[in-house]
């Protein structure tokens, strides 16, 4: 990884690609030390670690880089943008018209769709804002001139505009930086909480510590194993003679990656699991009821079988998306190709649909176990809290990093290829 780093320096394209997303990350990082107007800041801290830190308001808490802590005007980070994204995205499948859109208009019909998801992200802010104004409200962490009607306004209307900032520097990131801009944006969010997570290892004993070092390293090395797993089909293509040339008579492989979806189906589960918690938590000792403690809780039973299924459904949502069999296999025959043992057309379309949704089950399985470990782990040691945190962080950070390394490859190459075709 560093080494890739390195390589994409010494490109003048690229290093300027790397010092445009510094310098987003940058002035994200400025935007999250930003008061909120009307909000008493000490008191939302003492609160926040009092009665939400260890509630999925701890996640929410990591995932917006502290900022949703101190009630500054990035709380609530990419969460409305990533919530909007997933309604929009379930609504193209369901509703013919946005599919319409989004596959027969091009480029065109992206762009309305991008729009939506905009707006979407908008109306969703400006609920969550109403969500935290309530919260602050509910618990007295509003200054003294912070009540009435007009401040509330300011409030929503801060919190409404923060993320809409983080949306927009987001976006700039995934056109003119390296990337997808909400990985990134998340990525360095959970990296900022890293000193906060090493200071709480030192107050526990040395052979807690080791056991949870230990494991975050072996659970690294699994993520970037399985990252870089993937199944491959054997394609062979026909020999055709074309006046006096002979083309095909090759053997190749149907490249499918176990990981297919990477870590958005963990970010999207998680996502809409915190909703019914954040909701439970805004309202006054929502967090003490039983219906948090032994649903909404990040360390319940039940929240552990939600969030599988969603994770589960995630992975199957994206796999429909980037792979469709029934394409595949007509390139192929298109082409001259086919699967050894298979005839092309209807029969390639069902093994390859049989293939991937045995990885789909793997994929999800192996999402599913490195996002569940640490909650169980955490309920096996009682004296340690927050695990549940810990396990979403480190995939999503070892995923999202993968994945950047594998675009400046990327862009690397098409460097490579172009200065060979000059």
């Given at each position: 990884m560093l080494q890739t780093l390195q390589n994409a320096w010494k490109i003048p394209e690229l290093r300027k690609k790397l010092i445009f997303t510094v310098m987003i990350l940058l002035i994200y990082r400025i935007g999250n030390v930003v008061p909120v107007p009307f909000v008493d800041t000490a008191a939302l801290k003492t609160t926040f670690d009092a009665v939400f830190s260890n509630t999925i308001l701890g996640l929410y808490n990591v995932m917006s880089g502290s900022s949703f802590a101190y009630g500054t005007v990035l709380a609530l980070g990419i969460q409305p943008y990533i919530n909007a994204s997933i309604i929009i995205q379930l609504l193209t499948v369901a509703i013919s018209a946005l599919e319409r859109m989004a596959k027969d208009e091009g480029e065109e019909g992206k762009n309305k769709i991008n729009r939506?998801?905009?707006?979407?992200?908008?109306?969703?802010?400006?609920?969550?804002?109403?969500?935290?104004?309530?919260?602050?409200?509910?618990?007295?962490?509003?200054?003294?001139?912070?009540?009435?009607?007009?401040?509330?306004?300011?409030?929503?209307?801060?919190?409404?505009?923060?993320?809409?900032?983080?949306?927009?520097?987001?976006?700039?990131?995934?056109?003119?930086?390296?990337?997808?801009?909400?990985?990134?944006?998340?990525?360095?969010?959970?990296?900022?909480?890293?000193?906060?997570?090493?200071?709480t290892l030192l107050n526990l004993s040395w052979w807690i510590s080791l056991l949870i070092v230990v494991g975050v390293v072996v659970l690294v090395v699994f993520i970037v194993f399985?990252?870089?797993?993937?199944?491959?089909?054997?394609?062979?293509?026909?020999?055709?003679?074309?006046?006096?040339?002979?083309?095909?008579?090759?053997?190749?492989?149907?490249?499918?990656?176990?990981?297919?979806?990477?870590?958005?189906?963990?970010?999207?589960?998680?996502?809409?699991?915190?909703?019914?918690?954040?909701?439970?938590?805004?309202?006054?000792?929502?967090?003490?009821?039983?219906?948090?403690?032994?649903?909404?809780?990040?360390?319940?039973?039940?929240?552990?079988?939600?969030?599988?299924?969603?994770?589960?459904?995630?992975?199957?949502?994206?796999?429909?998306?980037?792979?469709?069999?029934?394409?595949?296999?007509?390139?192929?025959?298109?082409?001259?190709?086919?699967?050894?043992?298979?005839?092309?057309g209807k029969p390639t379309a069902d093994f390859i649909q049989k293939v991937i949704g045995k990885i789909i089950v793997f994929g999800a399985v192996y999402l599913s176990v490195v996002s569940l470990l640490p909650i169980i782990t955490g309920n096996l040691l009682s004296n340690v809290v927050g695990l549940s945190i810990g396990g979403t962080s480190v995939i999503i950070v070892v995923g999202v990093a993968l994945e950047t390394v594998k675009a400046l490859e990327a862009q690397m190459l098409m460097r490579h290829y172009k200065g060979f075709l000059d």
């Open positions: 939506i998801t905009r707006y979407t992200t908008v109306g969703l802010a400006m609920i969550l804002g109403w969500g935290y104004y309530s919260m602050c409200a509910n618990y007295g962490i509003l200054t003294a001139d912070g009540k009435g009607i007009l401040p509330a306004i300011v409030i929503i209307l801060a919190f409404t505009a923060g993320s809409t900032v983080v949306m927009w520097l987001g976006e700039q990131i995934t056109e003119h930086g390296i990337g997808n801009g909400i990985s990134i944006i998340l990525f360095a969010n959970i990296l900022s909480s890293v000193p906060g997570m090493i200071g399985i990252n870089d797993a993937e199944r491959r089909i054997p394609i062979s293509y026909a020999k055709r003679v074309v006046g006096r040339k002979v083309y095909g008579g090759q053997n190749t492989n149907l490249p499918i990656k176990v990981a297919m979806s990477g870590v958005m189906p963990v970010i999207f589960a998680q996502s809409i699991c915190s909703l019914p918690a954040t909701v439970c938590a805004f309202i006054p000792d929502g967090t003490k009821g039983w219906l948090y403690e032994y649903v909404f809780s990040p360390n319940s039973f039940v929240y552990a079988v939600i969030y599988t299924l969603m994770i589960f459904f995630f992975s199957w949502f994206y796999s429909t998306i980037q792979y469709d069999p029934v394409e595949i296999a007509n390139n192929l025959k298109k082409n001259g190709g086919f699967i050894p043992g298979f005839r092309p």
